[in-house]
Each structure stands twice: as structure tokens, then as C-alpha cells.
């Protein structure tokens, strides 16, 4: 017996029971997935509850079931809020941990980028730094957070882009994108344009180093206060 038998027959199906076509994503009605299942409709409706927070499946009236991508990032952002509820300081600690998923990936990534990322990744900085030079001056917290998860977009690794993308949730969860230092925000966009300019030129060795001098800014960044939940 399987180890999702003993824990939930739903998740067992979902692992089960793929089509072959990636558009075929719906799945049988309620009354029909218990019968099929063998348990009682309260049961698989507790079991659908849990695959909704883990991003596993999508519930909606008239739609019905429909079973979705897999995702990393609910399951990890689940915890990872309630982690950060309980002790603020557990944002750092994850912060730590992002910063060396970034680091040990970076030439993996970086390498694998195309030519139309090179300019998605020049836009942004673009937009950034009109927003900075603008009146008024606007935080570029999208383009920030837009273009750290394109760096590591071409990597076919959900548990990487499940950590990164759940940083960022917390990111601005705990209000680190409300307020920053005019002279801390030019440093780092700074940093940013360093490591497009280095990913473009095909110089990644570069590019790390400018991305592990980036990172390391967050720990000295002007102190806003405590952020409200």
C-alpha cells in the first residue's frame, strides 16, 4: 500500500490518474469522485480542502473540480506564514535561506536565460529607475520582485522557484516593500543593473559576485520599523 492510500485517496488519484493531455484538467464531479473513490462525499470534501491549500486542485461552483499545475510555492508560503506569525524573526531565517538558493543556482540560471529575457530584464530596470527619478519618486517594488524570479525562471525546478517566489509573498507580508531609503533603493538598482549588464555580456562569474554584494544589503538596510500585520 502506497503512502498517499494511507494518508488521503484523493491525493493518491490526483497522482494516479494524469491525462495525457495537458488542457484535460477537469475532474469528475463530487458525488461521481466519491463513488469512484469508495469513501463518503464528507470525506473526500475534507480531503479536497487540504489539495486546495496545497494548490493542488481549483473548487468553484460552476466549474467544478479542476486539478492545476504543480506548484511549490502554496505549501511552502502556508507554513511559511504562519512561521513568521508566530516569530517575526523567522522571515530572516528564510531570508537566509533565499539568498543561498539564489547564490547556489545563480549560473544555472543566468546561463539559461534567452536573448528576449536579456531585454525583459533591461525594461526592467528601465522602469525602475523612471520610477526612482519620477516626481514623485515611486518604490519599483514589481519590477524588483519581477526581476529576481525572471533571472530564475528558465530553471525546471519547482521546489527552487517555490522557495523564491514564497520570499517574496513574505517579502511584502512583513512591509519590507512600503518603505525603504532613497539612497538604499539607487544602490540596489545599482546592484540590478550590474548584473544585467554582466548577464548580457555573458560574463556570469560578474553577475554573482554583484548578486551576492545585493543581497547582502537587505541585512543593512535602514531600519523602517516594526511592520503591522
Not at 494548490?55 to 507554513?79: C, E, H, K, M, N
Not at 511559511?80 to 506569525?85: H, P, Q, R, T, W
Not at 524570479?149 to 511584502?172: K, Q, T
Not at 538604499?184 to 551576492?212: P, R, S, T
Request: aromatic share 12%; glycine share 4%; hydrophobic share 40%.
Amino acid at each position: 500500500m502506497s503512502y498517499w492510500r494511507t494518508q488521503s485517496e484523493f491525493f493518491q488519484y490526483l497522482a494516479s490518474n494524469l491525462s495525457a493531455k495537458p488542457d484535460d484538467d477537469q475532474l469528475p464531479a463530487m458525488n461521481a469522485l466519491s463513488a469512484e473513490l469508495d469513501i463518503s462525499v464528507a470525506r473526500l470534501r475534507e480531503q479536497l480542502e487540504v489539495a486546495k491549500a496545497l494548490g493542488f486542485v481549483d473548487v468553484r461552483p460552476r466549474t467544478g473540480i479542476r486539478r492545476l499545475p504543480y506548484s511549490f510555492l502554496p505549501a511552502v508560503w502556508q507554513s511559511l506564514k504562519y512561521a513568521i506569525e508566530v516569530d517575526r524573526a523567522n522571515f530572516d531565517a528564510f531570508s537566509s535561506l533565499r539568498k543561498h538558493v539564489e547564490m547556489i543556482f545563480w549560473h544555472q540560471a543566468a546561463g539559461a536565460l534567452t536573448p528576449e529575457d536579456h531585454a525583459h530584464l533591461r525594461n526592467l530596470v528601465a522602469e525602475a529607475w523612471s520610477k526612482l527619478r519620477g516626481t514623485p519618486i515611486r518604490i519599483p517594488q514589481e519590477e524588483h520582485r519581477e526581476f529576481h524570479l525572471l533571472i530564475f525562471r528558465r530553471l525546471d525546478n519547482p521546489f527552487v522557484l517555490g522557495i523564491l517566489e514564497a520570499y517574496w509573498e513574505a517579502y511584502e507580508a512583513v512591509g519590507l516593500n512600503v518603505y525603504a531609503d532613497y539612497d538604499y533603493l539607487k544602490e540596489v538598482w545599482n546592484y540590478h543593473q550590474q548584473m544585467v549588464d554582466a548577464i548580457c555580456e555573458g560574463d556570469l562569474e560578474a553577475g554573482y559576485q554583484a548578486l551576492v554584494e545585493h543581497t547582502d544589503l537587505l541585512y543593512h538596510r535602514p531600519n523602517a520599523g516594526s511592520p503591522e500585520w
